[in-house]
């Protein structure tokens, strides 16, 4: 992306991610001087109304409480005829190669049920293209793509511990059935048989003229 424009900047709200943003960018082949991380919210961008050309966003909205506003600001900062690509997964779709015997997938059921807990927009993913139309978008595009994990590190799955906690918490699993799911998940993670999918929904606009 660098490459093909004048300027491009990077906006999060967390001065953690924006350091690891800035350290990847040493690691880049090519001319970097043209990208800036900068720290914001993406409800308050701080740039002047049609200012950017095109404007990507990824797996943002489902950690927000107004993912709608998110969108409107968003338009506010692009030109008109200019294009919006938001990137946002759906936590109905996380499966794992080792959820078919029955106590196992009691346990992968909880921690699909706690993810669509602990994420605010857990089915972001499949609003996004209505959620583009209700705000104007033209020339709404969907596809989905899908997350292949084949290592338990590479997964959301590192957290699996954490992610188990509440429905532990809330009895709808036990303590037995989550050890021995853990114990599981790391033998198949120790033979190289461990595979999950996410999906990942990506909606693509035009702004109005
Ligand atoms: C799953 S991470 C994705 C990070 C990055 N977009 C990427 O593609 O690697 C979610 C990010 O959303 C950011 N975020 C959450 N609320 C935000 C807000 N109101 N404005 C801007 N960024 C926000 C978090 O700080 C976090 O970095």
Known sequence: MASQCE??????????????????????????????FIQGSVYDVPFADSFFHACRMDRVMQHLDEPQ?????????????????????????????????PDHVAVAD???????????????GRQLPALFRQCGLK??????????????????????????ALPLRKGAITKRQMNDYIKMVDDFAGTGAFYA?????????????
Not at 24 to 29: A, D, I, R
Not at 139 to 164: F, G, N, R, W
Not at 198 to 205: A, C, D, E, K, Q
Request: glycine residues 4%.
């Open 7 to 36: 300027r491009v900047v990077g906006l999060d709200l967390s001065s953690v991610f924006l350091q690891r943003a800035n350290e990847h960018k040493t690691n880049w082949t090519q001319d970097t001087s043209n990208v800036t």
């Open 110 to 124: 909880a921690l699909r049920a706690s993810m669509r807990t602990v994420i605010k927009n857990p089915y972001i």
């Open 197 to 209: 999918s996410l999906n990942l929904f990506v909606v693509s606009g035009v702004k109005a003229d």
């Open 69 to 101: 506003r998110a969108i409107l600001e968003l338009l506010r900062v692009l030109k008109p005829g200019a294009r919006l690509v938001v990137g946002e997964p759906d936590w109905d779709t996380l499966i794992l190669s080792c959820d078919f015997e």
């Open 139 to 164: 020339q709404t595009t969907c596809s989905i793509h899908v997350c292949h994990m084949h290592t338990k590190d590479e997964s959301i799955l590192y957290s699996l511990p954490q992610a188990l």
